[in-house]
């Protein structure tokens, strides 16, 4: 009876020890709150993609490309087929993409066959000028951010927005369109720097005479085409080289430099240099550039 009474005492401390030692399950975490849809502020950036708050959407098209967009201004439009400013504003939105230096990513409120009567892309035409959203998900997203339309963000080539315009009288619209324009004027594929002509600069005394190309951001120089430089100089110039062609000129980063160093007589001369380079857009499209530089200075002992 003693040995029973022991064992029975031994096994019921070693199921409490058991049950001691295990682990409880962990709680589960509690759900992530959803997600408020925000419009973004003057200065804060804003890929071509849109905000990380903006729901995921159903596209016309494909999804928006940072290649077709890199270097036009962005535009993020919303409307919705209840509003009647927004068909006004749909022909506003179309001569802006028509400029060729606009993306326009629209977002509807509504169904896919809605969004093809507010579409400003239209479908082939607009081929590389923007896509179209749709669907319940900007519905949703329109009604957090308290807008119906039209309402346009507008993002600067340095991906950051500049305008955040909910207004849709014509003054409102009319200051959007001119903020656009005054963005689209100032969009360059490149800025040419020449050297200064050389001073002070004495008989036998060496002087160079250079020209340098930065090329935009969104730009690269093409290696199908090289680069070739030109000096067109009197004859008694003495240079290094007179022409330069392909890895003779020099490139860091975004700018290409052609540089020739030259000596001369006494006299009062003039110089000119060209420079023909190549580049290619996101699109891997060509584009040439042509640039002239001309020098005028004197050499005296």
């Given at each position: ?127 590389g000028r923007g ?13 957090q951010t308290s ?28 200051a959007r369109d ?124």
């Amino acid at each position: 009876m003693i040995r029973l009474l022991v064992a029975a005492t031994t096994l019921g401390a070693l199921v409490g020890i058991a049950a001691a030692q295990t682990p409880k399950k962990a709680a589960k975490a509690p759900k992530a709150p959803p997600v408020t849809a925000t419009l973004p502020v003057v200065g804060e950036a804003l890929p071509v993609t849109g905000s990380a708050t903006w729901s995921k959407r159903t596209w016309l098209y494909d999804v928006p490309s940072q290649k077709d967009a890199g270097g036009k201004v962005v535009i993020h439009w919303f409307c919705s087929p209840k509003v009647k400013t927004c068909a006004d504003d749909l022909a506003r939105i179309v001569t802006l993409k028509e400029n060729g230096r606009v993306y326009i990513v629209a977002n509807i409120a509504g169904t896919k066959g809605q969004a093809k009567k507010l579409d400003p892309i239209r479908e082939s035409e607009g081929v590389g000028r923007g896509t179209v959203a749709f669907g319940p998900n900007v519905t949703k997203m329109m009604k957090q951010t308290s807008i119906t339309g039209p309402a346009s963000v507008v993002v600067d080539l340095d991906g950051k927005v500049v305008m955040v315009a909910t207004g849709s009288t014509p003054a409102d619209l009319d200051a959007r369109d001119k903020k656009v324009s005054e963005l689209v004027a100032t969009i360059k594929e490149y800025v040419a720097t020449p050297s200064d002509s050389p001073k002070g600069i004495k008989p036998g005394d060496k002087f160079t005479l250079s020209v340098s190309i930065k090329l935009a951001s969104w730009l690269t120089y093409s290696k199908q085409a090289p680069s070739e430089f030109k000096l067109t100089a009197p004859p008694d110039f003495k240079c290094d080289a007179k022409e330069l062609k392909g890895d003779q000129l020099k490139i860091t980063d975004q700018t290409l430099t052609a540089s020739v160093t030259c000596t001369a007589p006494k006299g009062s001369y003039e110089a000119r240099g060209d420079l023909r380079f190549s580049y290619e857009t996101p699109n891997n499209a060509a584009g040439i550039g042509n640039e002239g530089a001309k020098w005028k200075f004197e050499i005296k002992p």
